[in-house]
């Protein structure tokens, strides 16, 4: 409010006295300081609510990023897991459990190309421990079978022919 225009007011025809102006001025002088302050407030209390949204926003960004190298780092160790059965089936192994303690996991996840390190390492393994996986041998000759059967035990050369030769002739 300015003083002029209390000064062009008039009550009952007569201008303002001036003590009145002057204490309708001073109250409008509070009320102005009192508005200053309180804006001087809210604009502390925004800066303060930006600092909040900005240190929210920086914790809510570092725990999704946390979540997403936990998820595909998961995933790695999922698909790796995939792979490594895998292989091991493909190998025809008989103890997974048993191969991979065998194997060196660690340097076979760093590998670039998991699939022919992992063939590679199961093939070295299949040379060194060819217990751990299946043959593919035929099974053993079994006595007996097939066309010829009895006629090994009637030939004097084993020691079942030479005690049926010497007691069937007498």
């Known amino acids: 409010m300015k003083r002029e225009f209390l000064q062009g007011l008039q009550v009952e025809g007569k201008p303002l006295p001036k003590e009145v102006m002057d204490a309708i001025m001073a ?7 009192s508005a200053k302050a309180r804006f001087a407030d809210y604009d502390d209390l925004k800066q303060q609510l930006a600092q909040a949204e900005e240190t929210a926003a920086k914790a809510w960004q570092e725990k999704y990023d946390h979540q997403v190298d936990t998820h595909r780092r998961e ?14 089936l493909s190998a025809k192994g008989r103890n997974a459990k048993a191969i991979t303690a065998l194997l060196d996991i660690d340097t076979l996840k760093a ?4 699939q ?3 063939a590679d390492a199961l093939q070295i393994l299949k040379q ?14 079994a006595r007996n079978t097939g ?13 079942a022919g030479a005690l049926l ?3 069937e002739r007498k």
């Open 27 to 33: 109250e409008n002088g509070r009320d102005i300081e």
């Open 75 to 88: 995933m790695s160790e999922l698909i790796f897991s995939h792979n490594l059965e895998n292989a091991i």
């Open 111 to 114: 590998s670039e190309n998991q």
């Open 116 to 118: 022919t390190a992992l």
């Open 128 to 141: 060194e421990c060819s217990y751990l996986f299946q043959t593919e041998t035929p099974p053993p000759y």
């Open 147 to 159: 066309a010829a059967q009895g006629e090994e035990f009637r030939s004097p050369a084993g020691l």
């Open 165 to 167: 030769e010497k007691f």
